[in-house]
């Protein structure tokens, strides 16, 4: 009797496992996305899986079949893959416009300035530069367009390491694996990373636009819908915010 209620219990909860929506969000947004979510369930919402990841990863999981019910990119070229391919119900919606930023950790004695000789000397200073890898990651491929705009890129490539996203990239600044790294300004404003690191806030102007785009993928449920929806009212948009990230 006790095997045949272990086998019950394994199996109500594959089904209900099964059932729950999943929403894949890139690793920008964890911060945001995590207010914006309670914001959601908040009002009486099913709880749904959440996946954190670069956009080009998840993106690449969708197009082999991973069930996911709504993309939440870093930004538009992913989800017009997505489209493309028939695996979403339209060409989405810019939610955000992201912000890139450069960081230290605080006890590294690294200090930033926020302007081009201050960065260039932090450049020369550093042993190891972070950043996420550009063909996954539109952080990183804003990274690198910001180094070469500057005329930073010959100071800086020997001393690139890449992380698979943009969180992975940050980490190696806070474990000291490098002295300073690229991230989204949205990261960099969270609480948890403010109380250990410095940033300053990098020129847009020397980097494309990065529109954050949000596709609904083929045969959401309801919930994936609603979350959709929500995503684009007044209350989620005030968290984007908070968080450094430009309304469209």
Known sequence: MRLFACILLFLVTQTAWGQQATIAVAANM?????????????????????????????TSQIMNGAPFSLLIAADERFPLELYKNSKAV??????????????????????????????????KAANKIALAKPDLSPYGKAAIEYLKAEGLWELAKSKLIYGDNIGVATMYVLTGAADIGFTAFSLAKSPELAKQSNHILLNSQSYESIKQKMILLKGAPPEAIELYRFMQGEEAKAVLQKYGYVIP
């Open 90 to 123: 339209d060409e989405g919606l810019v939610y955000a416009i992201g912000k890139l930023a450069l960081i230290s950790k605080s006890s590294s004695g690294m200090n930033l300035s926020n302007n081009r000789a201050g960065i260039e000397k932090a450049i």
């Open 30 to 58: 964890k911060d945001a996305f995590s207010e914006i979510n309670t914001a959601f369930r908040a009002s009486g919402k099913p709880a749904m899986r959440v996946v954190y990841g670069s956009s080009g990863n998840l």
